[in-house]
């Protein structure tokens, strides 16, 4: 009952730390022409992940660790991102066709990034949108849940995907149904959710397993490498 407890406290509190990024960018806005809506989101998610993780490392279930990762772990996080995300976007595209929907049938890509040019995409996407998500759904979220990681789905034997890693992956994944609030097509937010639960367990995974957020921060990043080099042509 106990670990139930935590698995949603856990939930409920990425919600409350989500949404207050998404209220706040509803009443406040950056008088700035470069500097986009969704960057006072990221910001509250970021700070809000950070002070709750540095109020939660005086306790015995939660652990933030950076503990060294070798480089070559990182090229392995970057391959099997990218590996993975190009599968979902190649299931999305199945499942869409067996549904008989177009990837874009309404011509509105994703809202908000559509609008913004090559430098806004690398410094508020590529980056910036990388580290504040991954500080709340792997770095919060995710240890938050450590307790329940003795529950995990076997994939070989060396490979095993933790409960607190899928359950990270899926809680990024529906973050991105915000988007329905949006002109974004519904064929696009599917592909965008399916793709960033994939990736978000797969960085999920990594972090798990070197105990450094830093992995997951750069498989992140090679999801939204896509969007940064499409951006310039």
Do not use: C
């Not at 500097?35 to 939660?56: D, G, Y």
């Not at 995409?121 to 938050?144: D, M």
């Not at 329905?180 to 960085?203: D, H, K």
Request: hydrophobic share 55%.
């Amino acid at each position: 009952m106990k670990k139930f407890n935590n698995l949603i406290l856990g939930i409920v509190l990425t919600a409350i730390i989500y949404f207050s990024g998404v209220i706040l960018s509803r009443i406040v806005s950056v008088p700035m022409d470069l500097v986009p809506n969704s960057f006072v989101i990221h910001s509250t998610m970021l700070l809000l992940s950070i002070v709750a993780i540095m109020l939660l490392k005086q306790k015995s279930f939660f652990t933030f660790h950076l503990k060294k990762v070798r480089f070559k772990h990182y090229i392995y996080g970057i391959l099997i991102g990218f590996s993975g995300f190009i599968i979902a976007n190649i299931l999305a595209t199945a499942i869409l066709s067996l549904l008989g929907k177009g990837i874009d049938p309404g011509g509105n890509g994703q809202a908000g990034v559509s609008e913004m040019n090559s430098v806004q995409i690398f410094i508020f996407i590529f980056i910036y949108a990388s580290i504040s998500e991954e500080f709340l759904f792997r770095g919060f979220t995710q240890n938050f849940l450590n307790p329940l990681k003795h529950i995990r789905l076997t994939i070989s034997k060396s490979v095993h995907i933790s409960l607190p890693v899928i359950i990270s992956g899926i809680l990024f994944g529906l973050a991105h149904l915000i988007l329905l609030n949006t002109e974004t097509s519904g064929p696009v937010i599917f592909r965008i959710v399916l793709m960033t639960s994939i990736v978000g367990a797969i960085a999920g995974y990594f972090q798990e397993k070197h105990q450094n957020i830093l992995p997951a921060i750069v498989i992140h990043m090679t999801a939204n490498l896509p969007a940064l080099i499409i951006s310039f042509f």
